[in-house]
């Protein structure tokens, strides 16, 4: 099923202190139209400077560290990791934030806030596809013992390791598939915290002006000073909840899963960019070798050789009449006595060669599969072949119909079923079993 896009049904403001700056800031959410994104407005400045959520809007600024800054030209606005995060969890694709300082409000220190306003302004889906990026190769970063390795999956999973080198924060372990319900229950509510001598030295650095013991769980020698936690695990949760933020900085949701141990916003923005690498790696890709669909329901033989490898005399396929993309299809192969093979085969009484009946099945199912976007920058692989079974020959002037039905469809492999007929007779069927290389074997 494919999700849509979503924003807000109406405006809602909210207003607090930064928890680094203190500044005190007032932001607007405004319902945003489909495939505009995420953009913040610093209304304080000329000019009114729209951010757009882009990785190459990142912004590092080492003066104030254990946040997540976005910034262009001279706009910067920091601390936007726990918003960002929300609006992940709830699925909001588009969403206009306006606001009139240089930190978003930290609140009570969650995501919280953010979330309870958001469903209480409402949340409505536009007529369009929700893009996302599906993790193609593992990838990972490490830094100082920390480290974070995300591999493909079909969903967005995290597995997170929080290790302190402290009595009292003990490791914890937190591992989910991502889902709004999952995130509104479990991780949007879990707090920022530190360690009481962490806090102290922010302090002395003129950091955390507006942090207090309600806003930040601050760890000293016997626990959490004048607060208790949410969840025995809250600080696991919390590291969780920057997680999910800053790599929605990408601009869209990821489908993989995270192994991450001890990481902070300095590492999740390095696995970002190698994340946006890969992605802008098989964007290239797909611009060469991939098929534009649009709404087309049908694909031509230019469309075939975008997204097949194989060229004449082995192209078998003519055009695919009909295509539910990485579901089914129905391909034509016009036979015709200028195909090479009636040179040779039977060329008294020419017949097409079972073999290459069962090769352009094969071929109208590499067009099927590799319409699933898991499976773009891909090359298909006949793997195996069973209960093959020929009932009708096929002679020139024959149109040979391929009907493909995906059975099962994996990372790694994919299992078809597959008629060939002529008229309302078949001439062949069998299943097939394919496996999946980077198309850059092909190179």
């Known amino acids: 099923m494919i999700e849509q896009q979503k924003t807000i049904k109406r405006e809602f403001a909210l207003t607090g202190v930064g928890l680094h700056t203190g500044c005190k800031a007032t932001v607007c959410c405004k319902p945003a139209p489909a495939d505009s994104g995420i953009s913040f407005?610093?209304?304080?400045?000329?000019?009114?400077?729209?951010?757009?959520?882009?990785?190459?809007?990142?912004?590092?600024?080492?003066?104030?560290?254990?946040?997540?800054?976005?910034?262009?030209?001279?706009?910067v606005l920091h601390t936007v990791e726990h918003l960002m995060s929300v609006l992940c969890g709830l699925g909001v694709s588009n969403l206009t934030v306006e606001i009139d300082a240089f930190e978003l409000p930290g609140l009570d220190g969650s995501g919280l806030d953010f979330l309870k306003a958001i469903k209480k302004a409402g949340i409505v889906e536009q007529d369009a596809p929700s893009p996302f990026f599906e993790i193609m190769e593992p990838t990972g970063v490490e830094l100082n013992g920390c480290s974070i390795y995300v591999v493909p999956d079909k969903e967005?999973?995290?597995?997170?390791?929080?290790?302190?080198?402290?009595?009292?924060?003990?490791?914890?372990?937190?591992?989910?598939?991502?889902?709004?319900?999952?995130?509104?229950?479990?991780?949007?509510?879990?707090?920022t915290f530190c360690l009481e001598s962490e806090a102290e030295e922010l302090k002395k650095n003129g950091l955390?002006?507006?942090?207090?013991?309600?806003?930040?769980?601050?760890?000293?020698?016997?626990?959490?000073?004048?607060?208790?936690?949410?969840?025995p695990d809250e600080f696991v949760r919390h590291k969780v909840l920057d997680f999910i933020g800053d790599l929605y900085l990408l601009g869209m949701p990821i489908r993989g899963h995270a192994f991450a141990v001890k990481s902070g916003h300095t590492l999740?923005?390095?696995?970002?960019?190698?994340?946006?690498?890969?992605?802008?790696?098989?964007?290239?890709?797909?611009?060469?070798?991939?098929?534009?669909?649009?709404?087309?329901?049908?694909?031509?033989?230019?469309?075939?050789?975008?997204?097949?490898?194989?060229?004449?005399?082995?192209?078998?396929?003519?055009?695919?009449?009909?295509?539910?993309?990485?579901?089914?299809?129905?391909?034509?192969?016009?036979?015709?006595?200028?195909?090479?093979?009636?040179?040779?085969?039977?060329?008294?009484?020419?017949?097409?060669?079972?073999?290459?009946?069962?090769?352009?099945m094969a071929q109208t199912a590499g067009v099927v599969i590799l319409t699933n976007e898991a499976h773009h920058g891909k090359?298909?692989?006949?793997?195996?072949?069973?209960?093959?079974?020929?009932?009708?020959?096929?002679?020139?002037?024959?149109?040979?119909?391929?009907?493909?039905?995906?059975?099962?469809?994996?990372?790694?492999?994919?299992?078809?079923r597959a008629i060939a007929k002529v008229g309302d007779e078949v001439a062949a069927e069998a299943e097939m079993v394919f496996s999946f290389t980077d198309d850059s074997y092909l190179d």
Do not use: W
């Open 379 to 416: 090359v298909a692989f006949f793997l195996a072949v069973d209960k093959v079974r020929f009932r009708r020959v096929v002679v020139p002037g024959d149109q040979l119909v391929m009907e493909v039905e995906v059975i099962r469809d994996r990372s790694k492999t994919a299992q078809v």
């Open 208 to 231: 955390g002006k507006g942090a207090n013991y309600d806003n930040t769980l601050v760890v000293g020698k016997e626990g959490v000073i004048k607060n208790a936690v949410r969840f």
């Open 41 to 75: 407005i610093r209304t304080d400045l000329p000019g009114r400077p729209v951010i757009q959520v882009d990785p190459a809007n990142i912004h590092i600024d080492t003066r104030i560290p254990r946040c997540t800054s976005i910034g262009k030209g001279e706009a």
């Open 268 to 360: 999740n923005i390095q696995l970002l960019k190698k994340i946006y690498a890969q992605k802008e790696k098989y964007q290239k890709r797909d611009a060469v070798t991939g098929f534009d669909f649009g709404n087309k329901t049908e694909i031509d033989i230019n469309g075939i050789m975008s997204i097949l490898p194989h060229r004449y005399p082995f192209l078998l396929v003519d055009r695919v009449l009909e295509i539910e993309r990485g579901k089914r299809g129905v391909g034509v192969k016009n036979v015709t006595i200028n195909d090479n093979f009636f040179q040779g085969h039977f060329p008294a009484r020419p017949v097409m060669p079972g073999v290459l009946m069962v090769e352009a």
């Open 156 to 191: 967005f999973k995290i597995s997170y390791v929080l290790d302190y080198d402290n009595p009292v924060l003990k490791s914890q372990f937190f591992n989910a598939t991502i889902t709004p319900r999952l995130f509104e229950e479990n991780i949007a509510p879990a707090r």
